[in-house]
């Protein structure tokens, strides 16, 4: 904070300079501008870093930054169908509409529509994740059009590619953004934004204690094909989650934890067993979990209420069938936003348990979803040699 | 924390205090809502140590950053707050009372202007009223969120350093943040 205070000082110095052209007869002190800055969406900020250097500094700064992703929190929904990306205003008072999302390309890539949809990893602190082609890696904040491409991961995997497990994630106490990569073979591959390079971790992702030569596998939707791929890690808390399927106990299935700040592996037990369409996500700062009830046409919606404590799984009817439904984010703070069978978007009430489709203009026949939000978050540039540090700014 | 040798708490509603502003108005104002304002409070909690008997009704406290049309706003604004000592309503009863806050919030806004918004900050951060402070500077953001720079810095008096083809560079290459920006 002593940074925000120097800065300050010379706002204060800088202001004193300043021409007399006002249109109030009171000038506000530079702290109270700066209280009032984090209420603007990043497009306006953006802009009003060319008001003058001073504002550029202090809209640039990390502190400022992590200040306004803490305040703002304008949440966007995010879809990938076919070779395009889309973004929704689901918040907005008119009717929503699905907006095309420019994405980095990779200039040799193929034009031809490619089999599978952009995969999305995930998303945080408004940085997402994408996999536009085997191994081919983004990073991109969408409301700022910054993009990075990952280096090629030193790590391969034998085997379908349909059976390989992803995961992006903060981690906060080190302040770095991971990019993981698994499948059920003893090595992990990790890419660090803050190394800007890969690395492997030994050992599996999830390791079933009554059978350590035969560790979980990645748990596949029963309506998933195999060729599709597996639905990306539910990043919360620093750490990564997926939901694993155990040899042993025919067919129980667990939820793996990967730390990403201290490599260190865990588990946390899903509220019932022998359940089906198993679906995980974060809603309002809470792990959430939806499956189906097996033979019937309905489900349930699971909140861990104290994260990491499987007694606090706390659970509400969902009196709408489906087959699987993703939870997505907050509804104007009453509500719960669910993608429900990859084919529609639904608003789904945790009073009564009730779903209402959601309507969205423009929206795909099939799609991947996921939520981002508007952040100043810089994404550095990784380049094929490992530049310089001076010329690489991470932003918190 | 009450103490058997003091009288007993007086109920919210009767209990008044008055604000005295830099034109020297004064306003009688319920305890409650002057309790908003921090620094109406820890000047309110200075007198009562020094004197028990005039609790409210005869301590007149100066604002002499505060211009009467300014303290009236956030009067006005403080009132419509919930109450931190009303009783529970039940969530009928909220919902209803939210409504009737945003309409009344509003219609406040439409009849201000912006320069009357740097007044409002200005006073509600000396008076620290958390509150009111966290609404207009809301509503300020709201009011500069599409307009161009040049209206910025004309607003809070700031001078343009950037040498022109710098500032030139920057429209460039952040084109997508200039579009669809008001007209001055």
């Not at chain 2, 009450?2 to 009767?14: A, G, Y």
């Not at chain 2, 707050?81 to 009737?100: F, G, I, R």
Request: aromatic fraction near 10%; hydrophobic fraction near 35%.
């Amino acid at each position: 904070m002593s940074i925000i205070r120097s800065m300050i000082t010379r706002l204060n110095t800088y202001s004193q300079l300043k021409e007399e052209s006002k249109m109030s007869n009171s000038n506000l002190p530079p702290e109270l501008i700066a209280d009032i800055l984090p209420h603007l969406p990043v497009k306006s900020l953006s802009r009003f870093k060319c008001v003058s250097k001073p504002w550029r500094t202090l809209i640039s700064h990390p502190d400022f930054v992590k200040t306004h992703l803490h305040q703002a929190q304008f949440r966007r929904i995010l879809l990938s169908s076919a070779n395009s990306l889309y973004s929704i205003d689901h918040e907005t008072d008119d009717l929503a509409a699905a907006v095309d999302l420019h994405y980095p390309r990779d200039q040799t890539q193929n034009p031809k529509p490619q089999p599978h949809a952009v995969q999305i990893i995930g998303s945080c602190n408004g940085l997402v994740c994408i996999m536009t082609q085997p191994d081919i890696f983004f990073i991109f904040n969408p409301t700022t059009h910054q993009s990075t491409r990952l280096p090629y991961a030193s790590i391969g995997f034998g085997g379908s590619s349909a059976a390989i497990g992803y995961g992006f994630g903060y981690a906060p106490s080190i302040d770095d953004y991971k990019l993981v990569k698994a499948a059920p073979s003893p090595a992990i591959g990790v890419f660090s934004l803050r190394d800007r390079d890969w690395n492997t971790r030994s050992g599996f992702l999830y390791q079933d204690p009554e059978n350590r030569t035969r560790p979980g596998h990645f748990y596949r939707n029963p309506i998933q094909g195999e060729k599709d791929p597996l639905p990306p890690a539910t990043s919360l808390n620093g750490s990564l989650h997926w939901v694993f399927k155990l040899h042993s106990t025919g067919g129980k299935c667990i939820i793996g934890v990967f730390n990403l700040e201290t490599d260190k592996r865990g588990f946390m037990q899903v509220p019932e067993t022998a359940v089906s369409g198993f679906s995980t996500g974060v809603v309002n700062g809470s792990l959430c979990l939806m499956h189906r009830e097996d033979g019937l046409r309905r489900g349930y919606f699971w909140v861990m209420k104290e994260y990491g404590v499987a007694a606090s799984w706390t659970k509400i009817l969902v009196e709408d069938p489906f087959l699987v439904a993703k939870p997505l984010c907050l509804w104007k703070n009453s509500k719960i936003l669910i993608a429900k069978d990859k084919k529609e978007l639904v608003l789904f009430d945790p009073k009564d348990g009730t779903c209402k489709n959601f309507e969205v203009a423009g929206i795909p026949d099939r799609f991947y979803a996921d939520s981002y939000v508007e952040s100043l978050v810089t994404v550095p540039v990784i380049t094929k040699k490992k530049s310089n540090l001076e010329s690489f700014c991470l932003c918190f | 924390m009450s103490n058997t040798s003091e009288n007993p708490k007086p109920s919210s509603s009767s209990a008044k205090m008055t604000l005295k502003t830099s034109d020297n108005e004064l306003f009688e104002v319920e305890e409650a809502v002057a309790m908003k304002f921090c620094t109406v409070k820890q000047y309110f909690e200075d007198e009562k140590d020094s004197d028990v008997a005039a609790r409210g009704s005869t301590t007149v406290i100066p604002l002499p950053n505060v211009h009467s049309a300014v303290l009236a706003t956030l009067i006005s604004y403080g009132k419509k707050l919930p109450q931190s000592n009303a009783v529970a309503d039940n969530h009928e009863e909220e919902e209803t009372k939210k409504k009737e806050r945003k309409k009344y919030e509003q219609g406040l806004l439409k009849n201000l202007m912006p320069g009357e918004l740097l007044d409002l900050i200005s006073a509600a951060n000396y008076l620290d009223f958390k509150e009111g402070l966290e609404f207009f500077n809301q509503a300020l953001a709201d009011h500069i969120q599409n307009k161009s720079v040049e209206y910025v810095r004309k607003f809070f008096g700031i001078k343009n350093d950037y040498e022109p083809h710098e500032e030139e560079k920057y429209r460039e290459e952040y084109a997508w943040a200039f579009e669809g920006v008001d007209e001055d």
